[in-house]
């Protein structure tokens, strides 16, 4: 009888495994939740200072977006303040695109090329060379694009050299390796018997990397160029030294403009908290949330499209 | 396993056992009084060579000191986060800041110079036409004398002190057009240096062989012009406290103060003393002589 | 054109692409050690810095920069491996799991500056921490958990499910499969992502001007205790680190020799970052020989 208890009682303990393994879920539902508790934290914070502009500082919401004029400190005819920030969406939005545009052949050029034709060089050279961009500090970047980049593009076109073009191409060089390294990741999950049914078709190597990987890897591509995109969109202290900053709508790709962050940077230590131009300037980094959800909105949308296919 | 274990104990009770021996050999002196300062980035070199004079001087007292922007430092002051507010600007002059609970304890005067690129060729202006040229009436150096070259304006951040400063005094109130904007007057200075026909203002200290300074109607912009006003491009700096300041506090900003600091590190560091002054002024722009040094 | 030709043209083109990105990585680099290497000396990577004169050195902004690192690791990596685990190999593909995953990838858009100022609101004044190591490893910790995340979830992806069944069908536990089999097999992956992770912390400058503050006080290296405020150990201290201190010294520096300190320090950086990523490559091959036992 008391055996039988026993024994009952050894079956239906939990094993060492199974309590491993509601540790395990445990610890790292934790991390999760701490992850999300931080996200919700900063967004709640931006949210919260973005929105007081327009409920405690009565900013209508449509001369924000639409105005063109950013002075917070004084206020305009109507008795309005000044707070239009069509120029810096306008400059940021022209700036992640046009630097995603140009950085996105490369980078899927490099990761094809360390993924498929020459692994060896890729590994030993490529792979290095882009973690080491990745290394170089956004201050270095500003000041060899300030020495080099600004001088260069007055030179050819003309200006002062600073604008958009100026800062497109510092986005390039660093957005490249983070773009690299995810399409390369992309690439990789694709299984192999994909390309070797390819290549048993007699299809050439090329065929094969246009057709069969790069389809494939559509959504972890566009994936990578997101996340590209969100660098570009949030970096700030190089685009600041080269794009110039003058809260101007660009007229040209080498007139002075700028960018949310760019704004955002140069004016926050000069404000105080809780006036209006503090306010205004979180509003921007609001602005600077809604437009990255609405970039990952799209690109998920494009995703699941490539997937259905 | 059990092996395993053990040494992980064994491991941890030493660590433990290495944290409790350091927390009781800590220097007690150095758990002594400490206080910080936040603020303009302009006046934090000045700030933080005393501080570190000082705590070399009063073992036992820590002074930490950082930037972060004059608004930062009015905006900490007045919530008491911090024990003195570093400022570029009267605090009556930043919106949002109730000025008269912070006590203001000026360290230092800083002139401001409009500084030119070389190939601009322009060594003097006057005011109006500095005002022409900041407000985009004229667009080309030729239009006031100078090479033909478009005129490229960089400001510094809106609220930034210096940019306060020049547009009161330099420009007698009048707004710059918008226009290319920095926050720092090393970037200010290289820009200018580097951009042909750029024009922009910064603080004596920050000009040197890479840039071309601007005379205002004939007179140079020198110390001893600045000492009379007649030079009238210049700021105080200021050690916002939140009421009067009491401990090391008072100890440390007495100390800025004396001429311990005033004829030593002030003058090396490119500041005016305000006891050079032969005149002050208020928070409103109003003169009055005072008979000065 | 025929295929054969075609093939050979697009593989060209790749070889340019790629000398292209090398080239200017060399640029870049070339551009960086010939204007800083010649600053390099012992007294400069030793000596602390000086606020107005000449001949200051970056010692102790550069052992910040380590231990900042450090400490930042220490604290995110945990956390985003068991986010990541969690969100990969346990969470249901849900609207829930969607949320959250564009909620990381929006964050990590945001400029550090903001990431910067809400640990000064947060950590600096609310925690009462100061201006401090601490405040700056936690700044930097909300500033790197979403791209760590991210790219360990995408290490884990890339192991195919072949294995997790393997795993399975052994009889292991799915918390054990993913210990002993998954993780071992994504090692140099997930090292990757923690290199480049790494040297994006390295080189932040934004978020920590507000939280580890933009002073280093002189440090004393005999002193490891890390309750006093002079040991390099003590993580409440202010802590300016290599990157701060570029950027303070090309903002507002007054030294005579500003631009050789700021291009002799982004020439130590990189430097640092080259040894750093070696190491971290040759640890990373001997932990998946190890652990793998391949």
């Given at each position: 009888?008391?055996?039988?208890?026993?024994?009952?009682?050894?079956?239906?303990?939990?094993?060492?495994?199974?309590?491993?393994?509601?540790?395990?879920?445990?610890?790292?539902?934790?991390?999760?939740?701490?992850?999300?508790?931080?996200?919700?934290?900063?967004?709640?914070?931006?949210?919260?200072?973005?929105?007081?502009?327009?409920?405690?500082?009565?900013?209508?919401?449509?001369?924000?977006?639409?105005?063109?004029?950013?002075?917070?400190?004084?206020?305009?005819?109507?008795?309005?303040?000044?707070?239009?920030?069509?120029?810096?969406?306008?400059?940021?939005?022209?700036?992640?695109?046009?630097?995603?545009?140009?950085?996105?052949?490369?980078?899927?050029?490099?990761?094809?090329?360390?993924?498929?034709?020459?692994?060896?060089?890729?590994?030993?050279?490529?792979?290095?060379?882009?973690?080491?961009?990745?290394?170089?500090?956004?201050?270095?970047?500003?000041?060899?694009?300030?020495?080099?980049?600004?001088?260069?593009?007055?030179?050819?076109?003309?200006?002062?050299?600073?604008?958009?073009?100026?800062?497109?191409?510092?986005?390039?060089?660093?957005?490249?390796?983070?773009?690299?390294?995810?399409?390369?990741?992309?690439?990789?999950?694709?299984?192999?018997?994909?390309?070797?049914?390819?290549?048993?078709?007699?299809?050439?190597?090329?065929?094969?990397?246009?057709?069969?990987?790069?389809?494939?890897?559509?959504?972890?591509?566009?994936?990578?160029?997101?996340?590209?995109?969100?660098?570009?969109?949030?970096?700030?202290?190089?685009?600041?030294?080269?794009?110039?900053?003058?809260?101007?709508?660009?007229?040209?790709?080498?007139?002075?403009?700028?960018?949310?962050?760019?704004?955002?940077?140069?004016?926050?230590?000069?404000?105080?908290?809780?006036?209006?131009?503090?306010?205004?300037?979180?509003?921007?980094?609001?602005?600077?949330?809604?437009?990255?959800?609405?970039?990952?909105?799209?690109?998920?949308?494009?995703?699941?499209?490539?997937?259905?296919? | 396993?059990?092996?395993?274990?053990?040494?992980?104990?064994?491991?941890?009770?030493?660590?433990?056992?290495?944290?409790?021996?350091?927390?009781?050999?800590?220097?007690?002196?150095?758990?002594?009084?400490?206080?910080?300062?936040?603020?303009?980035?302009?006046?934090?070199?000045?700030?933080?060579?005393?501080?570190?004079?000082?705590?070399?001087?009063?073992?036992?007292?820590?002074?930490?000191?950082?930037?972060?922007?004059?608004?930062?430092?009015?905006?900490?002051?007045?919530?008491?986060?911090?024990?003195?507010?570093?400022?570029?600007?009267?605090?009556?002059?930043?919106?949002?800041?109730?000025?008269?609970?912070?006590?203001?304890?000026?360290?230092?005067?800083?002139?401001?110079?409009?500084?030119?690129?070389?190939?601009?060729?322009?060594?003097?202006?006057?005011?109006?036409?500095?005002?022409?040229?900041?407000?985009?009436?004229?667009?080309?150096?030729?239009?006031?004398?100078?090479?033909?070259?478009?005129?490229?304006?960089?400001?510094?951040?809106?609220?930034?002190?210096?940019?306060?400063?020049?547009?009161?005094?330099?420009?007698?109130?009048?707004?710059?057009?918008?226009?290319?904007?920095?926050?720092?007057?090393?970037?200010?200075?290289?820009?200018?240096?580097?951009?042909?026909?750029?024009?922009?203002?910064?603080?004596?200290?920050?000009?040197?062989?890479?840039?071309?300074?601007?005379?205002?109607?004939?007179?140079?912009?020198?110390?001893?012009?600045?000492?009379?006003?007649?030079?009238?491009?210049?700021?105080?700096?200021?050690?916002?406290?939140?009421?009067?300041?009491?401990?090391?506090?008072?100890?440390?900003?007495?100390?800025?103060?004396?001429?311990?600091?005033?004829?030593?590190?002030?003058?090396?560091?490119?500041?005016?003393?305000?006891?050079?002054?032969?005149?002050?002024?208020?928070?409103?722009?109003?003169?009055?002589?005072?008979?000065?040094? | 054109?025929?295929?054969?030709?075609?093939?050979?043209?697009?593989?060209?083109?790749?070889?340019?692409?790629?000398?292209?990105?090398?080239l200017i990585l060399l640029a870049l680099l070339g551009f960086i050690l010939v204007s800083g290497v010649p600053q390099l000396s012992w007294h400069f990577l030793t000596a602390p810095g000086k606020a107005f004169l000449k001949g200051g050195g970056v010692g102790v902004q550069l052992f910040n920069s380590f231990y900042l690192l450090i400490l930042a690791m220490l604290i995110s990596f945990p956390i985003a491996l068991?986010?990541?685990?969690?969100?990969?190999?346990?969470?249901?593909?849900?609207?829930?799991?969607?949320?959250?995953?564009?909620?990381?990838?929006?964050?990590?858009?945001?400029?550090?500056?903001?990431?910067?100022?809400?640990?000064?609101?947060?950590?600096?004044?609310?925690?009462?921490?100061?201006?401090?190591?601490?405040?700056?490893?936690?700044?930097?910790?909300?500033?790197?958990?979403?791209?760590?995340?991210?790219?360990?979830?995408?290490?884990?992806?890339?192991?195919?499910?072949?294995?997790?069944?393997?795993?399975?069908?052994?009889?292991?536990?799915?918390?054990?499969?993913?210990?002993?089999?998954?993780?071992?097999?994504?090692?140099?992956?997930?090292?990757?992502?923690?290199?480049?992770?790494?040297?994006?912390?390295?080189?932040?400058?934004?978020?920590?001007?507000?939280?580890?503050?933009?002073?280093?006080?002189?440090?004393?290296?005999?002193?490891?205790?890390?309750?006093?405020?002079?040991?390099?150990?003590?993580?409440?201290?202010?802590?300016?680190?290599?990157?701060?201190?570029?950027?303070?010294?090309?903002?507002?520096?007054?030294?005579?020799?500003?631009?050789?300190?700021?291009?002799?320090?982004?020439?130590?950086?990189?430097?640092?970052?080259?040894?750093?990523?070696?190491?971290?490559?040759?640890?990373?091959?001997?932990?998946?020989?190890?652990?793998?036992?391949?």
């Open positions: 009888m008391k055996s039988t208890q026993q024994l009952e009682r050894q079956l239906k303990r939990r094993s060492k495994a199974a309590k491993l393994e509601i540790w395990g879920r445990l610890i790292s539902l934790t991390a999760l939740l701490l992850i999300v508790a931080v996200v919700v934290g900063i967004i709640g914070f931006v949210a919260s200072k973005g929105i007081a502009t327009f409920t405690s500082n009565h900013v209508n919401l449509w001369d924000f977006l639409s105005g063109k004029n950013w002075n917070p400190g004084i206020t305009d005819a109507h008795g309005k303040p000044e707070v239009g920030a069509l120029p810096m969406i306008v400059g940021s939005f022209l700036i992640t695109i046009l630097s995603a545009i140009v950085a996105t052949p490369f980078a899927i050029g490099t990761a094809v090329f360390m993924n498929e034709i020459s692994p060896n060089k890729g590994a030993k050279i490529l792979q290095p060379v882009t973690e080491l961009l990745v290394g170089i500090p956004s201050v270095v970047y500003g000041f060899i694009g300030l020495s080099v980049v600004v001088p260069t593009t007055r030179a050819l076109f003309g200006g002062s050299g600073f604008g958009i073009l100026s800062g497109t191409c510092v986005l390039f060089v660093m957005i490249l390796p983070t773009v690299t390294s995810m399409s390369a990741d992309a690439l990789r999950a694709v299984p192999r018997y994909y390309r070797e049914a390819s290549l048993a078709l007699g299809a050439t190597q090329w065929q094969t990397i246009y057709k069969v990987v790069l389809r494939a890897a559509t959504p972890g591509l566009m994936t990578a160029v997101v996340f590209g995109m969100a660098r570009a969109f949030g970096e700030a202290l190089a685009v600041q030294m080269v794009i110039g900053n003058a809260a101007l709508m660009p007229n040209s790709l080498v007139s002075p403009s700028s960018t949310l962050t760019s704004v955002l940077t140069t004016g926050i230590g000069n404000t105080v908290m809780g006036s209006l131009q503090n306010n205004a300037l979180w509003s921007l980094a609001l602005v600077l949330l809604l437009m990255s959800l609405v970039f990952n909105l799209i690109i998920r949308l494009i995703g699941r499209k490539g997937r259905l296919q | 396993m059990s092996k395993k274990r053990w040494v992980q104990g064994l491991v941890l009770v030493v660590l433990v056992a290495l944290g409790v021996f350091a927390y009781q050999t800590r220097q007690v002196s150095h758990a002594g009084e400490s206080i910080t300062a936040v603020g303009s980035t302009a006046l934090q070199p000045l700030v933080e060579a005393a501080g570190e004079q000082y705590t070399g001087e009063h073992l036992g007292t820590f002074i930490n000191v950082q930037g972060g922007g004059t608004g930062t430092g009015l905006s900490q002051i007045q919530e008491g986060a911090v024990q003195i507010g570093d400022s570029d600007l009267f605090a009556a002059e930043q919106k949002g800041i109730r000025a008269n609970e912070l006590v203001d304890h000026r360290v230092a005067v800083v002139g401001i110079t409009p500084i030119v690129n070389k190939r601009v060729g322009v060594q003097n202006l006057s005011t109006h036409q500095l005002i022409q040229v900041f407000t985009g009436q004229v667009t080309n150096w030729k239009q006031v004398g100078g090479a033909d070259l478009p005129i490229v304006l960089i400001n510094r951040a809106q609220g930034s002190g210096t940019r306060a400063t020049f547009e009161q005094f330099g420009l007698m109130k009048h707004r710059s057009k918008t226009a290319q904007e920095q926050d720092s007057s090393g970037m200010v200075r290289s820009i200018v240096a580097t951009t042909p026909g750029a024009i922009s203002y910064v603080a004596f200290s920050y000009v040197d062989r890479t840039v071309q300074d601007v005379s205002l109607n004939h007179v140079a912009p020198t110390e001893d012009n600045v000492t009379t006003n007649k030079w009238p491009i210049w700021s105080y700096e200021h050690l916002y406290t939140k009421g009067q300041p009491t401990g090391l506090t008072k100890a440390f900003i007495a100390y800025v103060q004396s001429p311990a600091i005033q004829k030593t590190l002030v003058r090396q560091l490119g500041y005016l003393s305000p006891n050079q002054m032969t005149v002050e002024r208020n928070a409103t722009g109003h003169i009055t002589q005072t008979g000065g040094a | 054109m025929n295929s054969k030709t075609q093939n050979k043209v697009a593989i060209g083109g790749l070889y340019g692409i790629a000398g292209f990105v090398v068991g986010a990541a685990i969690y969100l990969y190999e346990y969470a249901k593909d849900n609207w829930l799991t969607t949320t959250i995953r564009t909620a990381i990838e929006i964050l990590s858009s945001l400029p550090s500056v903001v990431v910067g100022l809400f640990g000064f609101l947060f950590f600096v004044v609310k925690l009462h921490l100061g201006f401090s190591i601490l405040s700056g490893a936690f700044a930097l910790t909300f500033f790197n958990l979403p791209l760590l995340t991210r790219s360990i979830e995408d290490s884990l992806r890339t192991i195919s499910d072949v294995q997790r069944e393997g795993g399975l069908a052994l009889g292991l536990s799915r918390w054990e499969t993913v210990s002993r089999v998954i993780l071992p097999a994504a090692v140099p992956s997930i090292l990757t992502g923690v290199i480049l992770s790494a040297g994006r912390v390295f080189g932040e400058a934004a978020a920590l001007i507000y939280t580890a503050g933009q002073s280093a006080p002189a440090l004393n290296f005999a002193d490891w205790n890390p309750f006093n405020i002079s040991s390099p150990l003590n993580p409440m201290r202010p802590a300016e680190t290599l990157a701060v201190h570029i950027w303070k010294i090309n903002s507002e520096g007054i030294m005579p020799d500003a631009k050789a300190i700021s291009s002799g320090s982004s020439a130590v950086l990189v430097i640092a970052i080259l040894l750093f990523n070696f190491a971290a490559r040759y640890l990373g091959k001997r932990l998946y020989k190890r652990l793998t036992s391949a």
